[in-house]
């Protein structure tokens, strides 16, 4: 297990118990390609790191090595798109979720 970093985010209380053990900057998110009962796509989750804040946005990137979502097609990965997105617990779970709005620039 790494130790907790000294970042910001980690005090923030929308986020901060949400932090995968062993990668302290990593959150578990929810994606989505437009509307899932419009466009037949439905949500999967995967991991992204937090590098920096700015205000109240959160700046999730990719980690090193992970796979891209599989059926997002309006964004690339590596892209920093701008969204909302629903934050969730180590493990997905759509019952305890928590809106929060995620920015990458």
């Known amino acids: 297990m790494r130790p907790m ?3 910001p985010w980690h005090s923030d ?3 901060r118990d949400r932090f995968h ?3 302290p900057d990593d959150l578990q998110v929810l994606v989505h390609d437009g509307e899932p ?3 037949g796509r439905t949500p999967e989750g ?4 937090v590098r920096g804040v700015r205000q109240t946005l ?3 990137i ?3 090595g992970t796979s891209p979502p599989l059926r997002a097609d309006a964004v690339r990965w590596g892209e920093r798109p701008v969204y909302e997105g629903i934050l969730l617990k180590s493990r997905i779970s759509l019952r305890r979720r928590t809106r929060a709005t995620r920015c990458c620039s």
């Not at 995967?46 to 790191?49: A, P, S």
């Open 5 to 7: 970093s000294s970042a």
């Open 13 to 15: 209380p929308a986020v």
């Open 21 to 23: 053990p062993d990668h």
């Open 37 to 39: 009962r419009r466009c």
């Open 46 to 49: 995967c991991w992204v790191t």
């Open 58 to 60: 959160r700046i999730p």
């Open 62 to 64: 990719a980690p090193e």
